[in-house]
């Protein structure tokens, strides 16, 4: 029974030590995410994009760049680069495929 509580003890010890050393070495690792948006540009509100991609859904963007919406229209088809959660690049595109970019960048 004392052999027992001591392995109990020790396999609790070791569960929750590696998961709180765990945890504080993914806090200080960067996580970078990109993807790229496609859609119409169905508002624009404040400092952010309402874009409507092209299965229907609606998201709203933030342009890293607030200066950047000075270039964009409702009702302009865009291609928008995001990286952790903000739009990092704004293309306007054509049905032909060609794109225009916004900004100066």
Same mark, same amino acid.
Do not use: W
């Given at each position: %029974?004392?052999? *027992? ?13 590696? $998961?709180?050393?765990?945890? =504080? ?7 970078? #995410?990109?993807?790229? *948006?496609?859609? #119409? ?10 874009? /409507?991609?092209?299965?229907? !859904?609606?998201? /709203?963007?933030?342009?890293? @760049?607030?200066?950047?919406? @000075?270039? $964009? /229209? $409702? ?5 928008? !680069? %995001? ?8 293309? !306007?595109?054509? =049905? ?10």
């Amino acid at each position: %029974m004392r052999l *027992l509580l001591i392995s109990m003890f020790i396999a609790a010890g070791l569960t929750l030590g590696g $998961v709180s050393s765990f945890a =504080n070495s993914t806090k200080t690792e960067t996580n970078t #995410q990109e993807m790229t *948006l496609s859609g #119409q540009i169905s508002g624009i509100r404040g400092d952010s994009l309402i874009v /409507k991609d092209n299965m229907g !859904k609606v998201h /709203k963007v933030i342009p890293a @760049e607030p200066s950047e919406l @000075e270039y $964009v /229209k $409702v009702g302009e088809n865009v291609s928008i !680069k %995001m990286r952790d959660g903000r739009a990092v690049d704004i293309h !306007k595109t054509a =049905n032909t495929g060609s794109s225009e970019r916004y900004g100066s960048r």
